[in-house]
């Protein structure tokens, strides 16, 4: 049925399929209903703090008995730099006049961590079948743990000498992300803003330089894309903007009515949410931040920064922060189940 199947037995699935995790958005109902439907669902859990994620795994093992997979974010932990905070601060004040708002915060902080021994703790106690990371990997001794307890491992890598280190680490199979991917750049390097590499390009360079399945991820919306995705060598894709529209994830209305009336030229990388490259829809806060090439608070602790303005957005579109990939405009507003059966359909039609 499918090309290749090496994806399809190393994580146990029916279809090469993942459901993106998508910090704040995958919910569980929509893991399930992926997972359900026979492909990978997944949660992000970078954001969560660990009983927060016990509790959704806890409910997520109600809905489905089939693997699902848990993400976390492997960065390194913010330096602070006071020049650089007093920049920013400088930088980001008028947009803070703009919205009503009086004092730009003075300390930073980081809203959550990243992955440490506690997460390892608790991955190894909840065991899931799956378990991917974005930035970067722990140390390789957190990672052979994991594969230990029964895990297989996976990481995004946005260049071919990320892929390869991945493939050095030992990690079970690599999400080559494309350029065109929605939300943040997977990179572990954040300086690399003028090396985008789309998909189509990444590929096959990187199934040509790693000896474990490639997952391909970024620009791909439909049957059309997860069989080019195949042609270009990959054992499976991971999804994110295309799930974004079903019923069963938590965005906002504003941001569902964004995805409708979505064209190819929506969206910008932009580090000014967060510190680190992020595909989003593009807005005044984020054209007028790109002019300034200067670095920003490392991430996540511009969030300092920029949360007000978030918490502001709801008056002033000027401040969202809607992340979605450059194939947004073909999404199709499917119940998670149904949106897989029919990417299914449309690439074995088509292959
Ligand atoms: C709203 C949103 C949130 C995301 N959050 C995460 C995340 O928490 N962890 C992660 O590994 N990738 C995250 N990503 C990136 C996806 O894993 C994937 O690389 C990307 O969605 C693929 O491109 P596409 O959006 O064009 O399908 C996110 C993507 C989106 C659109």
């Not at 030992?170 to 300086?191: C, K, L, T």
């Not at 991430?299 to 450059?326: C, E, K």
Request: glycine share 8%.
């Amino acid at each position: 049925m499918w090309p290749r199947t090496d994806l399809l037995k190393l994580l146990k699935v029916e279809h090469p399929i993942v459901q993106a995790p998508m910090a704040g958005t995958a919910t569980v109902a929509l893991a399930a209903a992926v997972s359900n439907a026979g492909a990978l669902g997944s949660l992000g859990c970078a954001e969560d703090p660990l009983v927060t994620i016990r509790q959704n795994v806890d409910a997520l093992r109600l809905a489905t008995d089939k693997p699902f997979n848990l993400n976390f974010f492997a960065h390194r932990p913010p330096r602070e730099d006071r020049a650089v905070v007093a920049r920013t601060r400088d930088l980001i004040k008028p947009f803070y006049e703009q919205a009503g708002l009086t004092k730009v915060p003075d300390a930073l902080e980081a809203p959550f961590g990243t992955f440490d021994p506690d997460s390892l703790s608790l991955l190894l106690a909840l065991r899931p079948a799956v378990t991917s990371f974005h930035f970067g990997l722990p140390e390789t001794a957190a990672v052979k743990d994991l594969q230990k307890a029964g895990c297989i491992v996976l990481c995004s890598a946005t260049t071919v000498a990320e892929a390869k280190a991945l493939n050095e680490a030992g990690v079970d199979a690599i999400i080559a992300q494309g350029w065109e991917a929605g939300g943040h750049r997977g990179s572990v390097d954040s300086h690399y803003e003028d090396f985008g590499i789309g998909t189509m390009a990444l590929v096959p360079q990187i199934v040509d330089t790693v000896d474990v399945p490639v997952i391909a991820a970024g620009g791909i919306a439909d049957g059309r894309g997860i069989a080019a995705a195949f042609a270009l060598g990959a054992s499976g894709v991971q999804m994110g903007t295309a799930f974004l529209s079903c019923p069963e994830t938590s965005i906002s209305d504003v941001h569902r009515a964004a995805l409708r009336n979505a064209v190819d030229q929506d969206t910008r990388l932009t580090r000014a949410f967060s510190g680190r490259p992020a595909r989003a829809r593009n807005s005044r806060y984020i054209e007028a931040m790109a002019e300034h090439r200067a670095p920003l608070p490392d991430f996540p602790t511009m969030y300092t920064l920029s949360g007000p303005l978030l918490d502001a957005a709801d008056q002033d579109r000027d401040f969202h922060f809607l992340l979605h990939g450059q194939a947004a405009a073909l999404n199709r507003e499917l119940p998670a189940a149904e949106l897989v059966r029919t990417l299914v359909k449309e690439t074995l039609d088509l292959l």
